[in-house]
């Protein structure tokens, strides 16, 4: 793998320090970063949260999540890196601890030091947040703000995020962050499009005939209960994840490889997607709500058991029918899905070719199915094209459907760096190009209210599905309706 180059010393302030999203992917990310050698000396890491807590005892806690997440680094790096942190307690909706923060910021090198704080708290928080550091001073012309999503629950919830962040930072200063535009094989969807004159003369309506975008999770709500059943597949996924892969599929080619080129063509795609509202939302949506599971052995509780509220009405799996109303995707369907307690997990995008207009061969060669090209995000992260091949062998043309396949690992080998790993050095280095522009984040909640509010004045409660199924029946009828199939892996 090419190295990477160091970025200066910065400043990184984590809200949330003490928490899962802190623990489990910033800190190790950022251990990987400072192992690679591109944390340049006097770079300083601060833990910000309520509990009371010293240095030592914080460090303590992230070794042990280093330990349990690091696979690769030595403990000399975790030993180095750890003298970068420090931790401070900090009351965000209250007084205490804001002058602790300034002394600790102030006693950095000044000038043009980046300082970023990361707000990896519950959204509630984020206006507070940015409230208490506009108020006490503590934003200068260097700093940038960090938003985890969600980012509100609706258009209205979101435009009061956006507006209370607008008043501290500027919008070049906010990077608001979708962990899934980090991963290597959504930044090669990219690179397969534009920098490859096989595709992109392919990549229209007269030769696709469908997109399949699917998210699947094999695990439950487990600890973010309290947070799930208050947003659902369709606001904890759909709005995000699925509608940003799904925008880099559709777009159009930028001018440039420039963030506000690449931004302002996924804006074009939400604005472009056919609505779904009360009209047709019964037609071309699907929610359902796991169950126990039918898997013998399995220990699977059914996700109301799990929140601990029968009544639960909130989905766990959404699957549903959309169009890109433009001349290039003029009416070829996207089909997404996300769930959890689903029989895999898997990642991945699929482009369904339309089949050969004639076939030369007879029935003997067997049936001709069309090419597809699957870019799988994850696990095992690379690209497939199927083809039609013949298969070896005397005794006439046989033909086999085969994949071309480009595995990262065996392309590029080595470890491949999480997604974290890249984009919190790019919000150090201040380039925006992987986080999502605010009229971007309004413009997909201006897409998912009217599905929410179909399925909320709806009678009808989620479809029931087995845990480790491939969620309701309605899903595949959904689908099926249109003469096409889910994609399933073969080898």
């Known amino acids: 793998m090419t190295a990477s180059a160091a970025v200066p010393a910065f400043d990184l302030v984590i809200f949330g320090g003490t928490g899962d999203l802190a623990l489990r992917k910033l800190l190790p990310a950022l251990l990987h970063r400072h192992a690679e050698g591109q944390l340049a000396p006097g770079t300083r890491v601060l833990g910000i949260a309520r509990d009371v807590i010293g240095d030592d ?12 997440a690091n696979g690769s680094v030595t403990p000399q790096f975790i030993d180095e890196f750890l003298r970068l942190l420090s931790y401070s307690a900090l009351d965000i909706e209250g007084v205490a601890g804001w002058d602790e923060l300034r002394c600790w910021l102030d006693a950095g090198v000044g000038g043009e030091r980046v300082r970023v704080f990361y707000l990896a708290t519950s959204p509630n928080l984020f206006a507070p947040t940015c409230e208490g550091l506009r108020t006490h001073g503590l934003i200068d012309a260097h700093s940038r703000v960090v938003i985890e999503k969600p980012i509100g629950r609706d258009l209205d919830s979101a435009r009061e995020i956006n507006a209370a962040i607008g008043r501290a930072f500027d919008e070049r200063n906010t990077f608001r962050i979708d962990h899934y535009l980090g991963k290597e094989t959504v930044q090669n969807l990219i690179a397969l499009r534009f920098a490859n004159a096989l595709f992109e003369p392919l990549w229209r309506a007269q030769h696709i005939d469908h997109v399949q975008i699917t998210v699947a999770e094999t695990i439950g709500v487990e600890r973010r209960g309290a947070y799930y059943d208050g947003a659902g597949a369709l606001r904890d996924m759909v709005q995000n994840h699925l509608l940003q892969l799904l925008c880099l599929v559709a777009m159009e080619p930028p001018a440039t490889f420039d963030a506000d080129a690449i931004r302002d063509e996924k804006l074009k795609v939400l604005h472009a997607l056919a609505p779904i509202d009360a009209s047709n939302a019964a037609q071309h949506t699907v929610r359902g709500q796991y169950r126990d599971s039918a898997v013998a052995g399995s220990q699977a509780r059914a996700y109301v ?3 601990g509220r029968r009544d639960s009405r909130t989905e766990t799996f959404v699957a549903l029918r959309t169009q890109v109303r433009n001349w290039r995707w003029a009416e070829v369907p996207f089909y997404l899905r996300t769930g959890k307690c689903l029989p895999q997990r898997v990642s991945e995008i699929v482009i369904a070719f339309r089949s050969v207009p004639h076939s030369i061969f007879g029935a003997g060669a067997g049936a001709l199915v069309p090419n597809e090209l699957v870019v799988r995000v994850q696990p095992d992260e690379g690209i497939k094209l199927w083809l039609m091949l013949k298969s070896p062998g005397p005794g006439g043309m046989r033909l086999r459907r085969v994949p071309l396949d480009m595995s990262f690992a065996n392309a590029f080998g080595g470890r491949q760096p999480d997604a974290y790993e890249r984009l919190l050095l790019d919000v150090v280095r201040g380039n925006p190009m992987l986080f999502m522009r605010r009229d971007e984040v309004e413009a997909a909640w201006r897409w ?16 029931p599905y087995a845990a480790g199924s491939w969620g309701p029946s309605a899903a595949i009828a959904l689908i099926e309706r249109d003469g096409r199939t889910w994609h399933e892996e073969q080898a």
């Open 305 to 307: 058991d799990e929140v």
């Open 57 to 68: 005892e914080w460090r303590a806690r992230v070794r042990g999540a280093l330990e349990r």
């Open 448 to 463: 998912i209210d009217p599905i929410r509010a179909a399925w909320d004045a709806s009678d009808e409660a989620p479809r």
